[in-house]
Structure formats: structure tokens, C-alpha cells
């Protein structure tokens, strides 16, 4: 049964920031000197009357469907012992659910952020992406290449310039790191980022937004796990590393769904996995569960 909270409000305006942890990659995420690329893969009811006296603005106790603690309900029994954060935006309503909190590190899911930092300079300087930007851009997502993430994070002026082109993008709580899969991350600020790629309210312009969500759409295919599992239409970075200080795998997806007719976009992070193949599982579940209580809570139907 729905939990419900109660509040006096004629007109309602919800749009909730949604969080994930990311965890860090050295397959996926920090770039170590020869280190090869990834090997696999947010009325007042007013009654009034011409012909009486003026009517009382009406207040309504609306019910609304407290959406952290049904994720909670359903997420706790599949993520017991695990270390994992997700979070779901429904484009549609603008509402969000979010499980877990804390700063993670990003491993190669920054390699969106990185892309999008470069393509807010090229607006600014009013050009094209070069050749060589085309090709290092197409590698660094659809592939995962950690050597064209490294040469793309120099172009856009290192940490302190992914920094400068973080705030542009509205995330709030994102520090780049020089080896960018230790940069550290909120889920909000993740699911802003997705909001600022896939949404239309953002620096990007819509050409660049265009460019990033074809090249999230046609990761290679040892690439496509993830929040895929939680609908079609799906546009998604990975990132996954075993850590070297305890053999221990983070594991990160995020992107965007389609699902019952409703876009979603979603992002889940997670670590500590004895194996990358438990903690895909783990990942893919824990994104078809959220999306899928979004979708029923939103609708009335759970």
C-alpha cells in the first residue's frame, strides 16, 4: 500500500533531484598511466462569484505518494549487505525517487560529463567539434577509451575547467579529480547531469544534446547492460573497476528508459561487489525495480 503524506496546497509543484553513487573504475573509471580502455563492457482553487460575495480560496488536503520510502520498501530486501545508491526521475510529472546517499567516485560515467564540458567550449568559441574531437568523443562513450577521456579532459582545462563547466550544468555537489574516475558525485548531481543532456532546459544547445544521446545510444554491445534492463529506448554510460586496495568491484550505470510510456532517467551506483558479474546483476535489478514502482506509484496502481 501507497505511503502518503498530506499537505495543504492548492497548486503543487514537484520536481525532486534524483542521486546515485558512483563508484570509481580503473577499467571504468581512472585512467592509470598504459592502462587499456574499458574491456567490457530532476489554483490556489479560487471560487468566485460574479453575483454573491467573494468566496473563501479553497485549500485541499492532497494526498501524495511519499516516492523514498516506497523505493525504500521495495529496494531493502534486494540490496541487503550491498553498498548501492539509485535514483529515478520521471520526465513526464517531474517527480523522483531517491535510495541511499553519500559521495561516490564516478569511474567512467564522468566520461559524460567530460563530453559535455566539451561541447559547452565549442559553443562558447562558436564552432564545430574537430575531427580529432569526433573521433576521441565517439571512443570515450561508445567504446569507454580511457586515453581519449584523458586527452578530452586536458582540452576543457583539466579538473578546474570540468569544475567551471559542472556549475554551468547546475551540479552542485561534483568535484573533478586530475585522474577523472576518481572524480567524486552525488546521485542529484548525476541525475542533473542526465537532466541537462536529455532535458531541454540546459547549456547544451539542442545540437549538442543530440550528439551526446546518439553516442549513449550506441554503446558497443558488451557495454549495453545496466538501466537498459529498466525499459527501451534506453541512452546509457557505464563504469566498472575492481578497486586494488580490496579486489572489491564498483559497479555504475547511468542513463535514460522508456517504460510504459513514460521517460525515465536513472542512475545507479554501487560497490563493493566480490565479482563485475554480481554487481552488473545487482545494478540492472535494483534499475528495473525503481523504474518499475515510479511507473505504478505515479499511476495508482501499487
Given at each position: ?138 571512443a570515450m562513450i561508445r567504446r569507454s577509451d580511457n586515453t581519449s577521456a584523458t586527452e578530452l579532459l586536458r582540452a576543457v582545462g583539466g579538473e578546474e ?142
Amino acid at each position: 500500500m501507497p505511503r502518503h503524506r498530506t499537505r495543504r496546497s492548492a497548486l503543487s509543484a514537484a520536481s525532486v533531484t534524483a542521486v546515485v553513487l558512483l563508484a570509481g573504475s580503473a577499467a571504468g573509471g581512472a585512467y592509470l598511466a598504459g592502462r587499456s580502455p574499458d574491456p567490457s563492457p530532476a489554483a490556489v482553487a479560487s471560487v468566485s462569484s460574479a453575483s454573491g460575495p467573494p468566496a473563501a480560496a479553497a485549500t485541499s488536503e492532497e494526498p501524495e505518494v511519499d516516492l523514498d520510502a516506497e523505493l525504500a520498501d521495495v529496494l531493502a530486501p534486494l540490496t541487503a549487505g550491498a553498498d548501492v545508491s539509485v535514483a529515478v526521475l520521471d520526465t513526464e510529472s517531474g517527480r523522483s525517487a531517491v535510495y541511499g546517499d553519500g559521495a561516490y567516485d564516478t569511474a567512467s560515467i564522468v566520461k559524460v560529463d567530460i563530453l559535455a564540458a566539451l561541447l559547452l567550449l565549442a559553443q562558447d568559441e562558436g564552432r564545430e567539434l574537430s575531427g580529432a574531437e569526433h573521433a576521441r568523443a565517439d571512443a570515450m562513450i561508445r567504446r569507454s577509451d580511457n586515453t581519449s577521456a584523458t586527452e578530452l579532459l586536458r582540452a576543457v582545462g583539466g579538473e578546474e575547467g570540468l569544475d567551471a563547466a559542472n556549475v554551468r550544468l547546475g551540479l552542485t555537489g561534483t568535484t573533478a579529480a586530475h585522474a577523472w574516475g576518481l572524480t567524486r558525485t552525488t546521485a542529484a548531481d548525476q541525475v542533473r547531469l542526465l537532466q541537462a543532456v536529455f532535458g531541454t532546459e540546459s547549456e547544451l544547445s539542442a545540437a549538442s544534446r543530440a550528439y551526446l544521446t546518439d553516442l549513449m545510444g550506441r554503446v558497443e554491445a558488451d557495454q549495453q547492460w545496466g538501466v537498459s534492463a529498466a525499459g527501451d529506448g534506453w541512452a546509457l554510460k557505464n563504469g566498472w573497476m575492481p578497486r586494488t586496495t580490496t579486489g572489491l568491484w564498483d559497479i555504475n550505470s547511468i542513463g535514460r528508459v522508456e517504460n510504459g510510456g513514460h521517460t525515465y532517467l536513472v542512475a545507479v551506483l554501487s560497490c563493493g561487489h566480490a565479482t563485475k558479474e554480481a554487481g552488473v546483476a545487482l545494478v540492472e535489478e535494483v534499475a528495473k525495480a525503481a523504474v518499475d514502482m515510479t511507473g505504478e506509484a505515479l499511476s495508482g496502481t501499487r
